[in-house]
Antibody, heavy 118, light 110 residues
Framework: QLQLQESGSGLVKPSQTLSLTCAVSGGSISSGGYSWSWIRQPPGKGLEWIGHIYHSGSTNYNPSLRSRVTISVDRSKNQFSLKLSSVTAAETAVYYC??????????WGQGTMVTVSS | QSVLTQPPSASGTPGQRVTISCSGSSSNIGSNTVNWYQQLPGTAPKLLIYTNNQRPSGVPDRFSGSKSGTSASLAISGLQSEDEADYYCATWDDSLNGPVFGGGTKLTVL
């Protein structure tokens, strides 16, 4: 069974770069037909898609974040990563990684809380 | 402000049928399929309905989805206490070139 697990810094200072990794187990990140996304949820609020990377390595980002986001993949470690630069307190949220098999996000990580604070 | 519009709350008593609406536009719901997610308190969202009206394995047939034009609906029949959760609709947006979510509906079982 596919499992995703987020990891990374839980506390980031304003204006610095948030870095997270999603480790995938029970399946290969290189399998065709899937995209791998980052999604966030501020406390008490809804879900926001940040961006995704396809098995080919091509990426697509939310236009509102595009200038600050980078998603990359490490096939040797079967994981993908998120970097979000120049963060503000408003970006305090639970960050999820998820797989999209074309019909929705069918597998999610448990989520990791990231707090932006000095 | 979410791209897709959902009522912030809904409620029902055990055994009742409730529906949750999701309104979009021609660039999202109007031209793409809709998925629904259930988020129990403190947990990650779970895919509940995909491609408008399909249930993943393990999802009870009490849950059903439909789509018409630029709107979609999630129906829950035979409401149970464990259905108390937040529900989100989602679809692809051709203008954004990415997935978009509704603001979520908090379902309370009275």
């Amino acid at each position: 069974q596919l499992q995703l697990q987020e990891s990374g810094s839980g506390l980031v200072k304003p204006s610095q770069t948030l870095s997270l990794t999603c480790a995938v187990s029970g399946g290969s990140i290189s399998s065709g037909g899937y995209s791998w996304s980052w999604i966030r949820q501020p406390p008490g609020k809804g879900l926001e898609w940040i961006g995704h990377i396809y098995h080919s390595g091509s990426t697509n980002y939310n236009p509102s974040l595009r200038s600050r986001v980078t998603i990359s993949v490490d096939r040797s470690k079967n994981q993908f990563s998120l970097k979000l630069s120049s963060v503000t307190a408003a970006e305090t949220a639970v960050y999820y990684c998820a797989r999209d098999e074309g019909g929705g996000f069918d597998a999610w990580g448990q989520g990791t809380m990231v707090t932006v604070s000095s | 402000q979410s791209v897709l519009t959902q009522p912030p709350s809904a409620s029902g008593t055990p055994g009742q049928r409730v529906t949750i609406s999701c309104s979009g536009s021609s660039s999202n719901i109007g031209s793409n399929t809709v998925n629904w997610y259930q988020q129990l308190p403190g947990t990650a969202p779970k895919l509940l309905i995909y491609t408008n009206n399909q249930r993943p394995s393990g999802v009870p047939d009490r849950f059903s989805g439909s789509k018409s034009g630029t709107s979609a609906s999630l129906a829950i029949s035979g409401l149970q206490s464990e259905d108390e959760a937040d529900y989100y609709c989602a679809t692809w947006d051709d203008s954004l070139n990415g997935p978009v979510f509704g603001g979520g509906t908090k379902l309370t079982v009275l």
